[in-house]
C-alpha cells in the first residue's frame, strides 16, 4: 500500500516557466512534508519542507503548498532553471509514529534551455 | 564539516552471498537511518539506530540487519542475496531528537549494490 504517491513519473518544463510538481498521501496521520532533490550519483537533498498547520511554505524560488482535506501538496519552482533537472522525492512524516520518512517513488524534472 | 560517508560506492555480489555496507554519520549525529531505492519502488525505510540501538525497522525480511557502534558509525548486512535486492542503499544521518523529522535528514551518496 503506497501512501504517498507521485503519479507523474516526470515533467519537462522550458526554462523560466514554472514547473509543478504533485504529491498525494493517504495516510490522515501524516504532519510533517517534505521534498528532497537527487542528482543521478548524489543523495538525495533536502529541498522544503511544510508543517500540517500551514498551508504555505516560501523559500527563493521554492514554494510547498498543502492542501490537507485533499491530502494534496505541490512544489512550485518558479523560474525553473536548467540546474533544477532532478528527480523530486516527496516524504511525509508522522508525529509520533515511528520517526521515518514515507516517500513517493518520486519526479523526474527536466528543465530545457 | 564531513558529510555522511558510505562505502563501498559499487559492489557486485552473486546470489547467495552476503554483503555488508558501512556509514559513517556526520560528526555528532547520533541516529543512522538506511534506505533502498529501487527504480520500481522509491526510497523505503529499513532501520533506523540510535544509540546503538534499533529504534525503527521497515518491512524487509529477516535477511537484512544491521548495528550500530558506540561512535554512530553503521552497518547493515543482507544474507543470502536474491536479484532483487539490486538497488541503491542509501545512510542518512540527523541529531537523533525526538519528534517528526524536519528535514534534518542528511543522506551519503550510497552504495549501489548489483546482484548477479
Known amino acids: 500500500d503506497q501512501q504517498v504517491k507521485q503519479n507523474s513519473p516526470s515533467l519537462s518544463v522550458q526554462e523560466g516557466r514554472i514547473s509543478i510538481l504533485n504529491c498525494d498521501y493517504t495516510?490522515?496521520?501524516?504532519?510533517?512534508f517534505l521534498w528532497y532533490k537527487k542528482y543521478p550519483a548524489e543523495g538525495p537533498t533536502f529541498l522544503i519542507s511544510?508543517?500540517?498547520?500551514?498551508d504555505k511554505n516560501e523559500d527563493g524560488r521554492f514554494t510547498v503548498f498543502l492542501n490537507k482535506s485533499a491530502k494534496h501538496l505541490s512544489l512550485h519552482i518558479v523560474p525553473s532553471q536548467p540546474g533544477d533537472s532532478a528527480v523530486y522525492f516527496c516524504?511525509?512524516?508522522?508525529?509520533?509514529?515511528?520517526?521515518?520518512?514515507?516517500f513517493g517513488k518520486g519526479t523526474k524534472l527536466t528543465v530545457n534551455p | 564539516k564531513a558529510g555522511v560517508t558510505q562505502t563501498p560506492r559499487y559492489l557486485i555480489k552473486t546470489r547467495g552471498q552476503q554483503v555488508t555496507l558501512s556509514c559513517s554519520p556526520i560528526?555528532?549525529?547520533?541516529?543512522v537511518s538506511w534506505y533502498q531505492q529501487t527504480p520500481g519502488q522509491g526510497l523505503q525505510f529499513l532501520f533506523e539506530?540510535?544509540?546503538?540501538?534499533?529504534?525503527n525497522k521497515g518491512n524487509f525480511p529477516g535477511r537484512f540487519s544491521g548495528r550500530q557502534f558506540s561512535n554512530s558509525r553503521s552497518e547493515m548486512n543482507v544474507s543470502t542475496l536474491e536479484l532483487g535486492d539490486s538497488a541503491l542503499y542509501l545512510c542518512?544521518?540527523?541529531?537523533?531528537?525526538?519528534?517528526?523529522?524536519?528535514?534534518?535528514?542528511?543522506f551519503g551518496e550510497g552504495s549501489r549494490l548489483t546482484v548477479l
Open positions: 542518512a544521518s540527523r541529531t537523533g531528537l525526538a519528534g517528526p523529522i524536519t528535514g534534518e535528514l542528511f
Open positions: 495516510n490522515s496521520m501524516f504532519d510533517y
Open positions: 511544510i508543517s500540517s498547520i500551514k
Open positions: 516524504a511525509a512524516s508522522a508525529t509520533g509514529g515511528s520517526e521515518k520518512l514515507v
Open positions: 560528526s555528532g549525529h547520533r541516529s
Open positions: 539506530y540510535f544509540s546503538e540501538t534499533q529504534r
